[in-house]
């Protein structure tokens, strides 16, 4: 609870709103105009030349907006943010990077093992308190802003402990209208709570346009970057990194690296045809059923939906007569990607099954689907886009539902109605 001091409203006359003369709705300032006259010149976005973080941005920065970057402690934020802002230098642009929480030597010694320590027009400033942050940037007048972190910016004048609500909201005001007005792309790293969800009060998502987050293992090299709101495009998009000695690497073709240590033969395996905004995923789906030793059995699920695998583990029982109440399942979406989408939820039932049975799926098979509680098999959004990437990775057979469409050349389609006839398809029943 923050306790909030408003000052006594001015009284400007005695008018029957309220007090209120009749000059309280007087003009002072643009008036309104028809939608067709809007000039829309300054919000094109300007490429940073990552080409995944322009995928996700949906071409790149627009100047003016103010985006927040989210991520736990570690996982690249700093190290993303100082790439896009040396790009951005060697394409013209002037950027600054105010480090609240680094040293400039710190930073310093990051871009050098990065390989971009004399990149020009990358300005750097070691600085918290948010009156010098603007003079700074009046100094240098820049055309990209990285501020690390918000919440460790203050201003002084404001009567409350850096990182307080209070603090967090007043600063995020004073940065977003200082970005507008200088027309000036500005980036702000925003801490994360223990689920992974964004510090701070609520509004301040609201006040920024675009709202990215920044997932990933530190057990893993895999980064995902997604965007949660963007008020200049589409959200959904998928950005894939890859953390090496240099710095993240784009990963424009992640099927190879979900797939690359795949085995075949193995029980417990299916593949999913997964789709993330307009990018297709080809993921293994790995499931382990063992004995269990106590009354209530454990359902694991790494990257995948536990409710989803509750609910069709039900329906193997159910539907297809594969009891798995006396045993402990496991499941894994394997590369630490997560796939939530429903459409994954055949691949998953025939791991399952695989396992529980021991005959293993077919390798040069890919399986997408919904499944429904009475056991039905329906269609998953944009199969062919789907298909096409599965194909061109070698798979020539697809597990579908009766009413997807037909799969591209070389790839036949075992269509099915319900999970049973998926299962015995597969020939994964007992």
Not at 18 to 38: K, N, T
């Amino acid at each position: 609870m923050v306790e909030e001091v408003e000052s006594p409203a001015p009284v400007t006359g005695g008018g029957p709103a309220g007090g209120l003369g009749h000059d309280w709705m007087a003009l002072d300032g643009p008036g309104a105009v028809p939608i067709a006259d809007v000039l829309a010149d300054g919000c094109r976005p300007h490429a940073t030349g990552i080409g995944e973080v322009d995928r996700v941005l949906g071409g790149g920065l627009v100047p003016g907006s103010v985006t927040l970057v989210g991520g736990e402690p570690g996982i690249g934020k700093s190290t993303l943010l100082i790439q896009v802002l040396a790009s951005v230098a060697v394409r013209g642009g002037r950027c600054l990077l105010v480090t609240a929480e680094e040293s400039a030597t710190q930073v310093r010694l990051r871009a050098e093992r990065l390989g971009i320590a004399t990149a020009a027009g990358l300005w750097i400033v070691a600085e918290t308190e948010l009156s010098r942050v603007a003079a700074h940037v009046a100094e240098v007048t820049p055309t990209h802003v990285v501020l690390d972190s918000i919440q460790t910016v203050f201003d002084a004048a404001l009567e409350a402990a850096p990182g307080s609500v209070a603090q967090v909201r007043h600063c995020t005001s004073r940065v977003v209208r200082m970005a507008k007005q200088r027309a000036m792309a500005t980036v702000l790293v925003g801490h994360v709570t223990k689920d992974g969800s964004l510090a701070g009060p609520r509004v301040l998502e609201h006040a920024v346009d675009t709202v990215l987050a920044f997932e990933g293992d530190r057990h893993h090299a895999l980064r995902l970057l997604r965007a949660v709101k963007h008020r200049y495009g589409a959200v959904g998009e998928l950005g894939l990194f890859e953390m090496v000695g240099t710095g993240l690497v784009g990963v424009p073709d992640a099927a190879g690296l979900f797939l690359a240590d795949r085995r075949e033969g193995v029980p417990g395996s299916a593949v999913v045809a997964a789709l993330e905004g307009r990018r297709p995923l080809l993921v293994e789906v790995q499931a382990l059923v063992t004995p269990t030793r106590t009354s209530f059995p454990k359902r694991s699920a790494e990257g995948l939906d536990a409710g989803r695998l509750d609910l069709l583990l039900a329906v193997l029982k159910e539907r297809v007569g594969l009891d798995l109440s006396s045993s402990d399942v496991y499941a894994l979406a394997a590369g630490g990607v997560r796939v939530a989408e429903p459409a994954a939820d055949l691949a998953l039932a025939l791991a399952v099954a695989s396992a529980l049975t021991g005959t293993p799926v077919p390798p040069d098979v890919v399986a997408c689907g919904e499944i429904g509680l009475g056991g039905e098999v329906r269609q998953a959004g944009q199969v062919e886009r789907r298909l096409t990437e599965a194909a061109r990775l070698g798979f020539r057979r697809a597990v579908l539902p009766t009413s997807s469409p037909d799969p591209p050349t070389g790839m036949a389609a075992v269509r099915v109605g319900t999970l049973r006839e998926a299962v015995a398809a597969l020939h994964l029943g007992p």
